[in-house]
Structures are given as C-alpha cells and as structure tokens.
C-alpha cells in the first residue's frame, strides 16, 4: 500500500453511522502500530461548484485511465479519514505521477503549508 494508489475501502459516513463501499486514494502508506492509512475518498457525484482542493479524474482522458474507475468521478480532498487497512477491501489502479503531484500541491494549498 503506497501513497497514490486507489482502493475501493469501506469508508466512514459524514452525516451518519456506517460504513459505504467507495473509491479511495491512499495519501499515506500504513502508519502506526494498527495500521491505518490516510485517504481521501472519490466520489461519482461531481459538485456543481468544486473547491480548488477537488480533482475530476475522468477515465477516458489517458491520464485517469490508470485509475482503472468507470465514471467521472471527484476526488474530494477536504474530506481525509483515517482508516484501518483492512477497511481496503480492493485494489483498483493507481494515480500517474504527474497527477499525485497536482494532488500533493492541492493539499499544500489546502491545509496552508
């Protein structure tokens, strides 16, 4: 488990008890003793405004395609969890490169470092 990869996790709710099936990028490896990841999740539903902290991957651009994700879909970095490892439940693909660099920078942005 490397940072820039995409899971499909059980991920937590943020108005709500429970857990959702969902598409998820690892921003870190396994960290701790337990060991969780951090993530943040990606979401088919795009916003009608996105945040400058939102990335559109679209699966039929050659750069999303090693995503391996079906539908434009958002990845939505103002909503990181931290998760156990084993809520991973499949590996889809991998974000190339040049995009784990967008994402980095947006998180620099982000959380104003």
Known sequence: ????????????????????????????????PVPE????????????????????????????RTTNLKVRSALRLHKPATIHSSSLARHLGVLETAQRSVVAAKLKRLLGL
Do not use: C, H, N
Not at 11 to 31: C, E, I, N, S, Y
Not at 50 to 56: A, C, F, I, K, T
């Open 1 to 32: 488990m490397q940072p820039g990869e995409i899971y499909l996790a059980r991920f937590p709710f943020g108005d709500a008890p429970g857990m959702k099936l969902r598409p998820v990028l690892l921003l870190t490896g396994t960290m701790g």
């Open 37 to 64: 990841v951090l993530v943040a999740y990606i979401s088919s539903v795009l916003p009608a405004q996105p945040l400058p902290s939102d990335l559109v991957f679209d699966p039929t651009q050659q750069v999303f």
